[in-house]
């Protein structure tokens, strides 16, 4: 079957929601920070293949949906209240190296793990011997998180949000936010951020993408759509009294297969939005895509590029 008669990725487009819009005017001081972790030549072709995604999908030139809780409209439903049983199995890892700059100096002490989810940073940053407060809104996120992980003496479960985390004032090192800082207020949680990190303590936001510099991939994402266009010439956006976060990015493969990729796309804010008819619709074109498409076949290992930024704020007086 060709492109011409079967188009599934132009026939829905990406979940503008996850994404930023295009136009940035790029920072030379995050392009030296990209530079020292991926190498200039790498760093220059990342920041291209962004604009390229964003050229190239229509999705990206509307005015994102908001998040909850973003002061700027109507919020909308977190999608992640609806259980989504396959996440904590099939939705990536974070690079060692990741783990290293989300703790900074501050390994095996007291980091809140925000937005924690189903604990894919809270188990990494147990094995570092950190105490851990996994904040989490979704009733079904957490009890996910409390069968894969509830036994560790180390870890603390809160049901709460990034806006009022209901931890005590000055109680943490570290406030993390893997995946899911775009779902939060950004003046209100850095707000709350800035009362339970103590003194020397920072902010750690965390982000793992598919690498759409290849061109299948940036499909894939569009089928998908996974809404992974966060670019690292663009800091997220921080209140007083945090200073400019800087940027750790990482290039590493994920290994997986077909079936899992299809399983992915079960754990993404699009799918869990739709109806029944609309979940199928979209897992019928990623079927497509995979398996007559792309041409692989059941069981077969796919090196899945990944990008993963973590962007560390400090409070200025402490710069």
């Known amino acids: 079957m060709t492109d011409s008669q079967h188009t599934p990725d132009s026939a829905h487009a990406v979940d503008s929601s996850d994404n930023e819009t295009r136009g ?3 920072d030379p001081r995050h392009v030296a920070s990209l530079g020292r972790t991926l190498g200039p030549a790498h760093a220059t072709k990342a920041m291209q293949a962004m604009n390229l995604a964003d050229s190239a999908n229509p999705a990206l030139s509307m005015k994102p ?19 989504a049983p396959f996440y904590g199995r099939v939705r990536p890892e974070y690079p060692q190296e990741a783990v290293d700059a989300v703790c900074g ?39 996910q998180l409390d069968a894969i992980l509830g036994g560790a003496e180390a870890l603390q479960i809160v049901a709460a ?5 209901r931890l005590p004032a000055h109680s943490v090192d570290v406030a993390a936010y893997a995946q899911s800082w ?3 207020d950004p003046e209100a949680a850095g707000r709350e951020a800035d009362r339970i990190v103590r003194p020397g303590g920072h902010m750690a936001i965390v982000w793992n993408q598919m690498n759409v510099e290849l061109p299948w991939v940036h499909r894939l994402t569009r089928i998908m759509r996974s ?26 493969e994920d290994q997986v297969t077909p079936e899992g990729l ?23 074109n990623l079927r497509w895509y995979l398996y007559e498409h792309l041409e692989f076949v ?22």
Not at 65 to 83: C, D, K, L
Not at 124 to 143: D, F, K, W
Not at 234 to 244: I, S
Not at 301 to 318: D, F, G, K, M
Request: charged residues 25%; hydrophobic residues 35%; contains cysteine.
């Open 182 to 184: 775009h779902w939060m």
């Open 24 to 26: 940035r005017t790029l």
């Open 227 to 252: 809404g992974d266009v966060h670019r690292p010439d663009k800091p997220p956006r921080l209140p007083e009294p945090w200073g400019e976060p800087e940027l750790t990015m990482l290039a590493w």
């Open 262 to 284: 299809l399983e992915l796309g079960t754990t993404r804010s699009s799918y869990l939005r739709q109806n029944e008819a609309g979940r199928a619709r979209m897992q019928d």
């Open 298 to 319: 059941p069981g077969q290992e796919i090196a899945l590029p990944y990008t993963t930024q973590v962007w560390v704020a400090h409070r200025c007086s402490e710069l």
């Open 105 to 143: 100096s501050h390994v095996g002490g007291r980091i809140a793990d925000i937005g924690a989810g189903t604990g894919k940073l809270t188990r990494l940053l147990l094995e570092r011997g950190a105490q851990v407060v996994a904040v989490e809104p979704s009733a079904a996120m957490r009890e």
């Open 161 to 165: 949000n990034a806006e009022d985390t």
């Open 65 to 83: 949906t908001q998040a909850v809780g973003e002061g700027r409209s109507v919020a909308r439903e977190n999608p992640f209240h609806t259980p």
